[in-house]
């Protein structure tokens, strides 16, 4: 399942393109706000963004910023005619493709598909796929199964699971999570936040803490996957 966050405020463009993207069986998260669309971001596990940049609130730049903080998908902004220093400002900061308004959606599809096709092949033939005891990591892909069952995760706990398998059989510690995913300094709090997304990612992989099958606890350092 292939989702797409659509970020557009004008209802007529937003519900055709919506339409179209359906039609080729794509999820699609439609946001008629920038807010609206950065709740969705940590929530929802996307594969392409299509980005306004003219909205109400935010500015689709500053979600195409904020996206590329954390991920690498692709993302295609729509720009109004005219507008060609909107064209350059978001090749700068991330996007990977623009649309001048009006344009046929048929040409966005077409877009989309070969954005998604590039992010297949240029990832296509690495060995970073794992499989642990039913748990099937996709990393590349972002894509995790469960006993065939895809689950979901946010892309935050995508990254701590992935940071586990990529040091397998050693522990990480808290901290050194924290720094890796957050970037930012480690307080005692932030052991909290971990330990929060920890639980979320165990309830999604019905792991459970006594007799953990993936994510053991390691007491006073941190988790580790073996
Ligand atoms: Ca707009």
Redesign the pocket.
């Known amino acids: 399942m292939t989702t797409i966050l659509l970020v ?3 209802k007529e463009i937003a519900d055709l393109v919506s339409y179209y993207l359906k039609n080729e069986n794509y999820t699609v998260i439609s946001c008629a706000t920038g807010t609206q669309a950065l709740e969705e971001l940590d929530k929802q596990n996307i594969h392409l963004a299509i980005l ?4 109400p609130d935010l500015d689709g730049f500053e979600i195409c910023r904020k996206i590329r903080e954390t991920q690498t998908y692709p993302i295609i902004m729509l720009t ?1 005619k005219g507008e060609e220093i909107d064209k350059i400002t978001g090749l700068t900061i991330g996007a990977d493709d623009y649309m001048t308004k009006p344009f046929k959606p048929l040409e966005l599809i077409a877009r989309v598909k070969a954005q998604l096709r590039r992010v297949t092949t240029y990832n296509g033939g690495t060995d970073s796929v794992m499989s642990i005891r039913g748990l099937f990591i996709d990393l590349d892909r972002r894509k995790v199964l469960l006993d065939d069952e895809e689950i979901y995760l946010t892309p935050l706990e995508f990254s701590i699971l992935k940071l586990l398998c990529e040091n397998k059989g050693q522990a990480v510690s808290s901290e050194g999570i924290f720094q890796t995913i957050w970037g930012e300094k480690y307080y005692t709090s932030s052991n909290n936040t971990i330990m929060v997304h920890i639980r979320h990612l165990r309830e999604k992989m019905k792991d459970s803490v006594e007799k953990p099958k993936y994510i053991k606890t390691v007491w006073g350092v941190g988790y580790k996957i073996e």
């Open positions: 557009e405020d004008e306004d940049v003219m909205l109004a």
